[in-house]
């Protein structure tokens, strides 16, 4: 820890804090320096000092967030009273968060105590969102970047309400005119959609294309619309500085804006006017050059492949993905590629899920049939209901469906390179579940041997000794294995197959497929410890098939006895 007294020079404590954070990156010790010196580190590093340096905790907060969004949900995760999964004490994922979680509060009581630096008569400190009707006015005055720091960190938190708080402060206190290019972003993000992040989730089968709807309930009337606060972005920040050049981080959160208010066709003609391809997937125009600004990454492709699916388009966006692709040449094989991937195979469940009582309303509305039926049996009541042309529709979606699946799988594999490629345990689990379904229709065992297969040999590839030293472990100590990652899933997997042969009646073949497909020993340990406390209920229900054959057999030769009785 830094001695603040033996600290004679600024430019020595400029060293110990590049330190802390570029060398070190204790961010740790960072926090509790800049936490209880806080009045004489304003003294000596001055305000842009100070605002630099806490920029540094917001950030590894929202990497830290970010790795415990990402992160595979374990087998040994417990869910939450809403019955999303929560991590468990213990496990990396409840560290990732609660680190987290440490950075986001201690940056809020930063500034706090930068605004206020004095303990109240009752003993309490001041909080900036502890009485929002004072605003925050106090012996600091929070710049621009400021502002930055905590709306960055807000959004990422999902808290839209203080950023709508920050916005109306920084409205309030620096004006409009003071808008920097992030806070921009941030606020075309926020306000417009431009964060896909924050739309609501698509919940339903062929949902209503309708007005955009509102983000969250507060949405105030004097909030602009898009197209608005994009003319008052351009107005204020783009034309005084001359700026023609709008830069990726602008460009995607434009195209997910339009994505959000289903303006599609606009997208179109924002990525024919920046990126020269057509609506009919060539390039017309000379290209970005490599360098600019402008030139689309990872990033772009997930904001197009985002906005037409939440419009019910995603095989157009994914032409579109394939033609930036391979005219700029983009990587998505490489390590930084998982999220890409992750985009994908997100929306492919999206865009191709169904459920039959939905897909019914569809058939009838789209079939202009004059009935309205709430259920299959209603349907089929009615004389005129075509049940025929229905079970086609059903076979059509699930068509597309396994295509679909089956196409880009196929080019998630192509484009995994070992050594280069990072294993995404989110796109694995996305397609087990889908295998979990089909294998439950199909009755066919054969793609989850073969996802199995597949998974095998990524973990050859990546599996390490746990006493290697060529381990990768995070900034905390913490060992991060793709090969553990592989071994929940290839396990869900197998624990698949394994009741799937219970359940066709083939329990004398459950114990050879662990001993023949778990992946190590241990693996064939815990699957037969598993298996062993369910085999007896298999026996019992083949035993149980085994007498109802019997009982509907003596049935037939007992119906048979009595028609020759009768002749």
Known sequence: MVDLDSVSTTQKMRQEIHMLIHQDKNYDALAKLLLDNHAKLVEILGPEGITKAVRYLVDHSVEMLQRYASESVKLDNVKGKDGRPRAKPGTLRFAQFHEASYFARTVREIYSR?????????????????????????????????????????????????????????????????????????????????????????????????????????????????????????????????????SNDILTTLVASMGYYHMTRDICDLIKSTWGIDENFELVAAPVKLGSPQYPTL??????????????????????????????????????????????????????????????????????????????????ADASFDYSGYLQYLGRLKKQRDDTYAHIWNMYTQNQVPGESVFSAAVAKNYYYYLVTKLKVDNDPTPMYEFLRYLRQVYAKVHQSKHSYNLRADTKGKVRSPARAIDQVYSMALIQLVEHKALTLKVNECEPVINKWSLNKAMQQRLMNWYRTRKSAHWDRVERERMKHIAELRTEKGEDDGFLDLL
């Open 114 to 246: 930068l605004l206020q630096p004095d303990v109240g008569a009752s003993g309490a400190r001041y909080h900036i969102y502890g009485d929002k009707s004072k605003g925050l006015s106090g012996s600091f005055q929070l710049s621009p970047r400021d502002f930055e720091n905590l709306i960055i960190l807000e959004k990422r938190w999902n808290k839209r309400d203080l950023c709508d708080y920050l916005f109306t402060q920084f409205d309030r206190t620096l004006g409009a005119e003071a808008m920097t290019y992030p806070l921009w972003v941030a606020k075309l993000q926020l306000y417009c959609g431009g964060d896909s992040r924050m739309w609501p989730s698509q919940s339903e089968f062929y949902p209503a294309v309708a007005d955009a709807p509102i983000l969250w309930s507060f949405f105030k009337a004097e909030h602009k619309g898009f197209r608005h606060l994009l003319s008052d972005f351009i107005s204020r920040y783009v034309a005084p500085s001359n700026a023609k050049v709008l």
């Open 299 to 380: 990033k772009t492709l997930e904001a197009i492949v985002d906005a037409f699916s939440y419009n019910h388009e995603f095989f157009e966006g994914m032409k579109y993905i394939n033609a930036i692709r391979d005219h700029y040449n983009i990587d998505v094989s490489s390590r930084h590629a998982r999220s890409f991937w992750e985009t994908i195979f997100h929306w492919v469940h999206v865009s191709t899920r169904y459920k039959p009582d939905m897909a019914l309303q569809h058939y009838l509305k789209h079939t202009n049939s004059t009935q309205r039926h709430r259920t299959l049996a209603e349907a089929q």
